[in-house]
């Protein structure tokens, strides 16, 4: 599944990987060496992430339940803990920088 800005049309991952279950999110990308780019984790449902224990940092997109982009970090450093966002639904966790120019309000698509 492709991860992509709507309104551009760009293409954030190639590769989305789905943590659903309650493993899954709490595992997140702990234990890795990295996201390789092209790559991303959308982590449903989800507030705030941290980065505890990570080796390497992350940008973080905070979508609501319509997938629209409601805070973007990026990027967030390894050992330190995102705000938790009320009205967030999901999050996407992707390489550092592969973020940049996504603003709040644009709508995250994901395609087969």
């Known amino acids: 599944m492709r991860a992509v ?7 954030l991952a190639a590769v989305t990987e789905v943590a659903d ?14 996201l390789p780019p092209g790559h991303c984790l959308w982590i449903c449902p989800c507030k705030g992430v941290h980065t ?8 973080v997109l905070v979508l609501d339940r319509n997938q629209r982009v ?3 970090i990026t990027p967030l450093a390894p050992n330190r ?3 938790v966002y ?7 966790e992707l390489p550092a920088h592969a973020a940049d120019g996504v603003v709040i309000g644009d709508l995250i698509e994901f395609l087969e």
Do not use: N, Q, W
Not at 21 to 34: I, P, T, V
């Open 52 to 59: 505890f224990f990570m080796r390497f940092a992350i940008d």
């Open 86 to 92: 009320a009205r967030g639904a999901t999050v996407l």
């Open 5 to 11: 800005v709507a309104e551009t049309g760009r293409e």
């Open 70 to 72: 409601l805070a973007v």
């Open 21 to 34: 279950s309650l493993f899954a999110r709490m595992k997140g990308l702990l234990g890795r060496d990295g």
């Open 81 to 83: 803990m995102s705000p």
